[in-house]
């Protein structure tokens, strides 16, 4: 079969990408492994373990796409207002919404939501669905990718975009090179009920390990709900996962100080190690690469799948840009300046989450006093803070159209 674009990764970069196309006249493929079925919500169901917090340019995004009705009629926790503090000292620092006139600094949403009201859209629309099927070869075969799925069957198309994930089998295949090192963190996540409301609020307490995050879910009345994000060190990480979920609820309590009391319980938890990945170039001849296949970062600061959603919509920009000019599509020089345009933002927001994570994982004295006066600094700077809060809702630097107001 032959199209003019194949994406392999209908997650939920891949799918965004595939949407934003929807109406490019070109012939578009998604090939994924996964079956693409879209469950019934059930409004009762526990919360899924993995979370995104979504920027307000994600939230555009999907609202342009037509997918954010759909996250919104399920299940989605708006926050606005986000506590940070060190664990071993005295600093914190508050954002809120309102410094910048904004409503939120974004929302909570379930991985498992955002895929569905994205593959609900994806069903309803011409682009070529190709599910329950892994890539496993991929060459070249004149100007056109040559793609062989599992069971033997073959793809071609003269651009190929990889949005299949970290451990990308196209970036793999195509022999991309990345740099990537071990944060030596693993992550562990899962929802926990709490004592007191969460307030509409991101807290993150920075430990000697590792930051933990209690992110604001929207539980059923009376009930207050988070997911928690704790990255630590792996042998503390497995020692975390081998407590009962008594002992992990009167652990995880003590590691947030109690600030929203006691926990009372905990669902399922996962746990997931932690890797920095960055491909050297995001592009070469009829190839692009696109969110966690180009790129993972740390989760400290939810950032992940929001740079996704703007490589996505940046790619589709220029694709289309160039659709008009009459140029090729997979001409190296027009896929460039969707690099150009996406590589410097991402290597700014690496380079800051591990320049956080290094600060607040120093021990010396001088550091640690460093990082509380100047997070008690920071927060006595509104200016200062109204900058970080752009950075938050997503809305600073190149945007494209689809991110704008
Ligand atoms: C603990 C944790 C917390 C996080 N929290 C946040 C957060 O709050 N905010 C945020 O923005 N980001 C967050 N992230 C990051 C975010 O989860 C990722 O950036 C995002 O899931 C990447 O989406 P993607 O579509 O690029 O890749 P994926 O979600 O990995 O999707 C890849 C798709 O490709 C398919 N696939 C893979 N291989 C093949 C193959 N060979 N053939 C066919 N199909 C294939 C898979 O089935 C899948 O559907 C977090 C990450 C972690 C680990």
């Given amino acids: 079969m032959r199209a003019d674009l194949i994406i392999v990764g209908a997650g939920m970069v891949g799918s965004t990408l595939a949407l934003a196309l929807e109406h490019s006249g070109l012939k578009i493929l998604i090939v994924d492994g996964s079956p693409l079925s879209v469950a019934p919500f059930d409004a009762q169901a526990p919360f899924e373990p993995r979370v995104s917090a979504l920027s307000m340019a994600s939230q555009r995004i999907l609202e342009r796409l037509g997918a954010w009705q759909g996250i919104a009629a399920r299940r989605a926790c708006p926050y606005g207002e986000m506590r940070v503090w060190d664990g071993s000292g005295t600093g914190s620092i508050h954002f809120a919404a309102a410094s910048v006139h ?66 990308s089998a196209v970036r793999r295949l195509a022999g991309c090179a990345t740099r990537e090192w071990d944060y030596l963190h693993h992550a562990i996540v899962t929802s926990v009920r709490c004592e007191k409301p969460h307030q509409a609020t991101a807290w993150q307490r920075f430990t000697d390990d590792g930051p933990l995050a209690f992110l604001p879910l929207a539980g059923p009345a009376g009930e207050h709900w988070c997911s928690i994000v704790w990255s630590t060190v792996p042998v503390e990480a497995e020692r975390l996962m081998a407590l009962d979920d008594e002992a992990f609820c009167v652990e995880l309590g003590k590691a947030f100080e109690l600030r929203l009391g006691k926990v009372l319980h905990a669902d399922r938890r996962l746990c997931i ?32 799948v929001n740079l996704g959603f703007l490589d996505a919509a940046v ?91």
């Fill in 102 to 167: 904004a409503e939120t600094l974004g929302h909570i949403v379930e991985n498992r939501v955002v895929q569905d009201a994205l593959l609900e859209r994806l069903h309803d629309s011409q682009i070529g669905l190709l599910p329950g099927t892994r890539l496993e070869q991929l060459r070249r075969s004149g100007d056109d990718w040559l793609l062989t799925l599992e069971g033997g069957r073959q793809l071609r198309a003269p651009l190929l975009v990889a949005a299949d994930g970290a451990n």
């Fill in 315 to 405: 790619l589709a920009e220029v694709l289309l840009h160039a659709a008009e000019r009459g140029e090729h599509l997979s001409d190296e020089r027009v896929l460039s300046r969707f690099e150009r345009r996406r590589m410097p933002h991402n290597l700014a927001m690496m380079a800051a989450m591990e320049g956080f994570q290094r600060l607040f994982q120093a021990d010396p004295l001088p550091l640690r006093l460093l990082r509380n006066v100047g997070l008690d600094l920071v927060d006595g700077q509104a200016e200062a803070k109204a900058l970080f809060v752009r950075q938050a809702l997503g809305l600073a630097g190149d945007l494209p159209e689809l991110a704008r107001a």
């Fill in 273 to 304: 190690p932690l890797r920095q990945r960055h491909a050297k170039r995001y592009v070469e001849p009829g190839l692009a690469l696109i969110g966690d296949a180009a790129h993972t970062i740390h989760p400290l600061a939810g950032q992940g």
